[in-house]
């Protein structure tokens, strides 16, 4: 398929060839590790599958469309995506990084990367001009999450991209939170798009997978070197369910976002709720450009109790019966998190708290059930 789809098309066509031997319509599971050659070096384009795979192809070229990239490349996790991506650097070499990021984010560079004697700056990106006093000439990469996880803090991914090209610097986003439904970083001049699969776009806690977009040749080239030569893989099955989860990505970020919004505003109003940080509301400081930048507000948000203890906080994420207490985020069901103990928990307390990750803080990934059932559930945990 050669004509440009629009974004609710390429979910489900994107990238997509029909399978040549039978013609099945979903892509089939290529459960094998080699292929047949017929004289050496005589293959139909793949040896091995750690290399490559035609259910990871079928894949890497999905994401690849949905984002408006060139490349995509599938990792084992979130994770090995990411640290395929710092792989790219050297000893010395420096990374700006916001500070409210994924838990386990900071956890790879600080406690993976630093000892290899990479340099990285967490920062607050709010406010990207002050970015500029942490450049030098051993500045390599800018990595942006946004929205922030738990916070939901909205980086300025246009202004950062300009930033970067301006100083030679290469600039990731990690797109977990929004999706490409909801902003596709390479088009606002981000150079790496970066995914935690296992949340949205697999969407139905059944899968953990990574990606990444690219469209420049070169690093697509250096990438999949390391892809290859780390060999942090998916395997066929797990590529096959995130592409299926990517078929309905369009229909589930739609309720997703509009479940959320209905639960942001019942829990403003909430007299028991001192606040929601969501980036829909229109007191949310980074509410303007979240509406320059995204299609919508997301299906993540977090909230404060009240009485600001982390008892009441505890006894509300316990007392919830269709909200799950879990980790992760982005499936079909509701879950509930409290950061501090769960998802943030690698996060020293004094840096958690500094951005504003506090023991009372709950957050809250809307599924796509029936709005009044959530409501009603948050409305008896909180009573
Ligand atoms: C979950 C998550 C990751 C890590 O991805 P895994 O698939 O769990 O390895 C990275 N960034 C964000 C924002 C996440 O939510």
Redesign the pocket.
């Known amino acids: 398929m050669d004509k440009k789809l629009r974004f609710n098309s390429a979910t489900i066509h994107g990238g997509q060839e029909h399978d040549k031997a039978y013609g099945s319509v979903m892509p089939p599971i290529y459960q094998t590790s080699t292929y047949a050659q017929t004289t050496p070096g005589g293959h139909k384009g793949y040896e091995y599958s750690r290399t490559h795979n035609p259910t990871r192809t079928a894949l890497e070229r999905s994401i690849a469309s949905i984002e408006n990239a060139k490349h995509g490349l599938a990792f084992a ?4 995506a ?1 640290d395929t991506v710092i792989k790219l650097f050297q000893p010395g070499d420096e990374i700006i990084s916001t500070h409210d990021l ?1 838990g ?2 900071y956890r790879l560079l600080t406690q993976i990367y630093k000892k290899y004697g990479l340099k990285i700056h967490f920062v607050n990106m709010e406010k990207p001009e002050t970015l500029v006093q942490y450049f030098n000439d051993k500045t390599r990469l800018i990595w942006i ?1 946004t929205p922030t ?1 738990p916070m939901m803090n909205i980086v300025d991914i246009r202004t950062i991209a300009e930033l970067g090209k301006a100083h030679d610097t290469l600039v990731a986003v ?1 797109n ?2 929004a999706s490409p439904y909801l902003q596709k970083p390479l088009d606002l001049g981000a150079d790496i798009v970066m995914h ?1 699969a ?2 949205y776009l697999a969407g139905h806690s059944d899968t ?3 990606l990444i977009v690219v469209s420049d040749d070169e690093l697509q080239e250096k990438l999949a070197f390391i892809q290859n030569s780390s060999g942090a893989v998916p395997g066929p099955m797990d590529c096959f369910l995130t592409l299926r989860g990517i078929k309905t990505l369009h229909l589930r970020m739609q309720r997703h976002c509009e479940n959320s919004a209905a639960v942001a505003i019942f829990l403003q109003q909430h007299p028991k709720i001192k606040k929601v940080y969501w980036p829909g509301l229109v007191d949310h400081p980074n509410h303007e450009l979240a509406k320059n930048q995204m299609k919508a507000f997301g299906g993540m948000l977090s909230f404060v109790p009240k009485s600001g203890d982390l008892k009441t906080s505890i006894a509300i994420v316990e007392k919830l019966k269709i909200f799950t207490l879990a980790e ?2 982005g499936g079909v069901e509701s879950l509930a998190g409290h950061p501090a103990s769960m998802t943030h928990a690698s996060i020293p307390k004094a840096v958690r708290e500094k951005s504003g990750v506090g023991d009372q803080l709950i957050r809250l990934s809307v599924g796509v059930e029936d709005i009044l059932d959530l409501i009603e559930d948050l409305d008896q945990a909180i009573a």
């Open positions: 996790s979130g994770m090995a990411m994924y386990g984010s999450e996880n990690d977990t939170f935690s296992t949340k953990v997978l990574g992760s985020l």
